[in-house]
């Protein structure tokens, strides 16, 4: 499975943009996909997470109630809707999928990475 982000940009404070992960394979609708981001100078930290069906997601603290990570699967893209964006947003995002070894169902090794979007979010 291969991945792609896109929708990445440059935008206000307290504005929006949504980011889509579109695979390559039949099969991603079958799997876990999550998103990822990097702040220049620090480490890759975990945003979102949805399962294969949509039926659970999970959210990181910093992006609760702000963000929301969506599928339809009859069209294979899992969306990032962020809202209220704030400058200390700004950063590659990645999208990931099929967490293995883990102890939760978003745990783990993640298996499969797209190539990022820069999201550059200015005060």
């Known amino acids: 499975v291969q991945l792609q982000a896109s929708g990445g940009g440059l935008v206000q404070a307290g504005g929006s943009l949504r980011l889509s992960c579109a695979p390559s394979?039949?099969?991603?609708?079958?799997?876990?996909v999550g998103w990822f981001r990097q702040a220049p100078g620090k480490e890759r930290e975990f945003v979102a997470a949805?399962?294969?069906?949509?039926?659970?997601?999970i959210y990181a603290d910093s992006v609760k109630g702000r963000f929301t990570i969506s599928r339809d699967n009859a069209k294979n893209p899992v969306y990032l809707e962020m809202n209220s964006l704030e400058p200390e947003d700004t950063a590659v995002y990645y999208c990931a999928a099929d967490p293995r070894g883990g102890s939760t169902w978003y745990d783990g090794t993640w298996t499969y990475w797209g190539q990022g979007t820069l999201v550059t979010v200015s005060s």
């Open positions: 394979g039949r099969t991603f609708y079958t799997r876990t």
């Open positions: 949805i399962t294969w069906n949509g039926g659970s997601t």
